[in-house]
């Protein structure tokens, strides 16, 4: 059987007796200043006909370009736009790959906002070229960035839209250098961005998080109150509890530990659960918690799951989630800053105030970098105090040594050595 392969894809047959697929736009094509190439396309045969179908469209954009005709297509942005330079962006590896699944949507509001800039000449900024955004243009934009059409001060989202600029130019001026301006092919580095307060997050203490679990028990939304409990205890991100991947096949399966995959770093840790003493005693670690757990329902694999149907499960969506805990904060009378992150943030901060080591600390919240855990742990007044404490014990430590050797030393070397006492 003989499968219809899509313009300019060509077959290979590997090593391992599989046919790979590859996209080769045609030399003559490249000659003429084409900046699609060669691109691998993999195995799957479906998989290669949607991006075919991409890379065939935008090498269909950039031949009516070249050939000076207007771009017709319904909803198909005009190559070399800004428009288009922000579609190319959200196909591109540095998006999809990159860009968690739970963030496009704000990504794509920002560049939507971009786009929909009108200017002082009547045209939207998504309808120009990309190269006829210059340092000065940009300059002016990053101004309406950062206040609006209202006029009001909104610094977090000028820096938003300006970073995400800045990626967007680089990443397509790599593929497309040609439709940029060759002197200032990015107009978006070395930009001023105004100073702005970074208001950080809230961290919720273990007895917010355990009254919030209760609460959330004793009204029926035992899913909340495991979520809250794993987010604190055992540091896992919110989004990746609420989409299911604390499952209970890694909960205490042969060994007392819970597994926790950290999928935005790849790192997994298996969180010991307790431990045997010599003398026989086990020592629970996180009893309190496991409560909590222990009310959960098994739906399936997963721990957090909602019944859709009969005997039909699903993972929740995370909107669906975050109005719950915004119902059940309300009514159990606790701040509007508890969130999920919150709690993760409050557990963070819980191992500094247990004055572990950054290496310890680490070992448990899977982070990579210092940088990255530093972020996390708020400066609790708990922990000035235990800093504090260190401080004092150093000064007086120090007063007690020098006092010591500034004592007068009342024998001589030919004394005998039973005369030889300090303050005698």
Not at 396 to 417: I, R
């Given at each position: ?41 993999g195995t799957d045969y479906e998989e290669m006909k949607k991006r075919a ?118 990443v397509v001026c790599r593929l497309y250098p040609n439709e940029f301006d ?243």
């Amino acid at each position: 059987m003989q499968l219809e392969l899509p313009r300019h894809v060509i077959p290979k047959k590997l090593a391992s007796g599989k046919t790979a697929f590859f996209y080769n736009t045609p030399s003559k094509y490249r000659a003429l200043g084409c900046p699609l190439g060669s691109e691998p396309l993999g195995t799957d045969y479906e998989e290669m006909k949607k991006r075919a179908e991409t890379l065939n469209g935008l090498f269909d954009e950039w031949d009516l370009q070249r050939k000076g005709m207007p771009v017709t297509s319904p909803g198909m942005p005009k190559y070399g736009t800004v428009d288009w330079l922000f579609r190319e962006h959200k196909i591109a590896d540095a998006y999809t790959k990159k860009v968690a699944p739970r963030s496009r949507k704000n990504h794509e509001w920002a560049m939507d906002a971009v786009c929909d800039i009108v200017t002082k000449k009547g045209d939207r900024v998504g309808d120009r070229l990309a190269k006829t955004i210059t340092p000065r243009s940009a300059d002016k934009l990053i101004k309406y960035f950062n206040t609006g059409t209202k006029g009001q001060e909104r610094l977090r989202t000028g820096h938003k839209l300006t970073m995400l600029c800045r990626k967007a130019w680089k990443v397509v001026c790599r593929l497309y250098p040609n439709e940029f301006d060759g002197k200032v092919p990015n107009p978006w580095l070395d930009v001023t961005l105004e100073n702005r307060i970074i208001q950080k997050k809230h961290a919720a203490t273990r007895e917010q998080v355990h009254s919030f679990a209760w609460g959330c028990i004793d009204e029926g939304e035992v899913e909340a109150a495991a979520v809250a409990v794993i987010c604190f205890e055992w540091l896992q991100r919110p989004e990746n509890v609420v989409a299911g991947h604390i499952k209970w096949t890694t909960y205490r399966n042969n060994k007392p530990t819970i597994r926790v995959e950290h999928h935005k770093t790849g790192e997994i840790v298996d969180h010991p659960l307790e431990e045997e003493l010599p003398d026989g005693m086990i020592v629970k670690f996180y009893e309190d918690a496991e409560e909590v757990l222990s009310h959960l329902k098994r739906r399936g694999v997963p721990m957090i799951l909602r019944e859709a149907e009969d005997g039909i499960y699903k993972p929740f969506a995370y909107s669906t989630m975050q109005h719950i805990v915004q119902r059940m904060r309300k009514k159990l009378g606790l701040s509007h800053l508890f969130t999920f992150d919150a709690c993760r943030h409050g557990g963070m901060t819980e191992l500094e105030e247990a004055e572990l080591t950054e290496g310890q600390g680490r070992a448990l919240s899977a982070h990579k970098t210092s940088q990255a855990y530093s972020g996390y742990a708020k400066r609790t007044e708990k922990r000035v105090l235990a800093a504090t404490r260190k401080r004092h014990a150093h000064v007086l430590a120090n007063e007690t040594a020098t006092s010591t050797q500034n004592e007068a030393v009342k024998f001589t070397q030919n004394d005998p050595l039973e005369q030889r006492k300090i303050g005698e």
